[in-house]
């Protein structure tokens, strides 16, 4: 078993369908040539590309989503710091790292390998009613406090930042435990995310339009992995 988990770096890009490695070239296509364009640097290209291979991973179940998203989450913490975006880099250093780790210990438990040993797909849970309405409530509470502490650091657009933080820890804890819902929950992350690095990006004008084509492309991605999740696995 454990050389499977090896093998899921290479065998998750096998099966797909043409259209998804379509979406697969696409989206690092237009995130390398807004990088290149907008002269946002190596580190911002590397986070943004990693991050989108690794969400798209994601959405198809894949355990190898792991291996690319605890580079992309390392990077991605560097480049809020220097951005001042408190939150985020907080969130990122002391949650998000860790949770690829914890993550892809928890998925790797949890694979429906194909007859042939060769692919392996991650079994997916849902929520109730009843859980549904605790979870939001508890994070639109989370929200606010996180956002009164960000504004106190002196961060830069505390609500905005604390919103895709506190959105983004849900989200990921979601996905660790497979959670169907993470995806709504990364709609909104995106969204709010895409809203913050436009106002980033126009503020530091050449710099940061590399993250914010890769959040585009997460949300676009979002959307896809709602519409994967949603169907039971057979």
Not at 193 to 200: D, E, M, R, S
Request: some cysteine; charged content about 10%; proline content about 1%.
């Amino acid at each position: 078993m454990n050389n499977l988990y090896l093998k899921t770096a290479w065998t998750d890009f096998y099966g797909w369908e043409k259209l998804e490695y379509a979406w697969l070239f696409i989206c690092t296509a237009a995130i390398a040539l807004t990088s290149l364009i907008m002269g946002g640097g190596v580190i911002e290209f590397i986070s943004s590309v990693t991050g989108i291979i690794g969400a798209i991973l994601v959405a198809k179940g894949k355990l190898s989503s792991y291996y690319w998203g605890f580079v992309a989450t390392v990077l991605y913490a560097y480049i809020s710091y220097k951005y001042h975006l408190f939150g985020e880099t907080i969130m990122y250093v002391l949650l998000f790292t860790p949770m690829q780790v914890i993550g892809g210990v928890i998925w790797a438990k949890k694979l429906k390998v194909s007859s042939d040993g060769e692919r392996a797909d991650v079994i997916k849970r849902f929520l109730t009613n009843k859980q549904r309405i605790i979870v939001g409530v508890s994070t639109i509470a989370a929200i606010i406090c996180y956002a009164l502490f960000v504004k106190e650091l002196k961060g830069s657009m505390p609500g905005l930042d604390s919103a895709t933080a506190i959105l983004s820890v849900l989200a990921t804890w979601m996905m660790v435990v497979r959670l169907s819902e993470q995806w709504y929950v990364w709609i909104l992350v995106n969204i709010v995310a895409v809203t913050l690095w436009v106002q980033t990006a126009l503020n530091h004008q050449s710099q940061g339009w590399a993250v914010l084509a890769m959040w585009v492309t997460f949300l676009l991605n979002s959307i896809y992995g709602a519409y994967k999740w949603s169907k039971q696995n057979s």
